[in-house]
């Protein structure tokens, strides 16, 4: 029997985060850089926590080489500080995802990772306070790549690592509330699953032709449905 992995992105997806994780990035910017950049107004729906340092200080007159230096110490100190500060009570799960999580764990044929654009310390964190970081043994961070779209090889290497088996793409099925999670598994002939739980809506996440497209996670037995119709 060939298995599928199912691979999930996070915030929008699983869960959403309270104002907590962008007062969290300004503070680590501005300790760091000493300017927050347009961080209090940037869009980061379905973006890397790499590209979102460097797009909110694009305009702020700092050389891109300046950035680069001290990338890894805004980092830790936006990991740090978001380990710190996050409560429980900062992280709301979207509707019918600890009933499809169960679901999925309980099936010998799909295994569970992530896909995301959250650095691994912080993102493993957000899961940790709701209790569902158990469900995913690994996943594909924006740690391992600059660039979305290279996320679901790197995923499908560490599911190797992991499970021992060998997917290929038709086997693969990822899941997410953006545009960009939809492009990158189009990036290697994938299988998609969007659903409008993030802020994007229906029908700009249906522009995208995602596979499946889903109003929220709450009908457990249609998203496995749809996941094993693939
Ligand atoms: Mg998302």
Redesign the pocket.
């Given at each position: 029997m060939r298995k599928k992995l199912v691979l999930f992105?996070?915030?929008?997806?699983l869960l959403r985060v309270g104002n907590i994780n962008r007062r969290t990035l300004i503070d680590a910017l501005t300790e760091v850089y000493g300017t927050e950049g347009s961080a209090g107004r940037h869009n980061f729906?379905?973006k890397m926590d790499s590209v979102i340092i460097y797009e909110v200080l694009r305009h702020t007159g700092l050389g891109e080489r300046h950035i680069a230096e001290r990338f890894e110490e805004v980092k830790q100190t936006y990991i740090d500080l978001f380990r710190e500060r996050a409560r429980p009570e900062d992280i709301e799960l979207m509707k019918g995802i600890p009933a499809l999580l169960e679901e999925l764990a309980g099936r010998s044929d799909m295994e569970l990772g992530l896909l995301?654009?959250n650095f691994e310390g912080s993102g493993r964190h957000k899961l940790r306070l709701p209790a569902i970081d158990h469900y995913f043994p690994f996943g594909a961070f924006a740690d391992d790549a600059y660039h979305r779209d290279d996320l679901p090889a790197i995923a499908i290497e560490k599911a190797y690592g992991v499970t021992g088996t060998r997917f290929a793409s038709g086997e693969v099925v990822i899941i997410?509330?953006?545009e960009?999670?939809i492009r990158c598994s189009r990036a290697i002939g994938a299988h998609c699953i969007a659903v409008a739980t993030?802020t994007y809506p229906a029908e700009r996440l249906r522009a995208h032709r995602p596979d499946v497209l889903f109003e929220d996670f709450g009908d457990t037995g249609a998203v496995v449905e749809s996941i094993e119709h693939f």
């Open positions: 992105d996070i915030d929008g997806t729906a379905g995301t654009g997410g509330d953006t960009h999670d993030g």
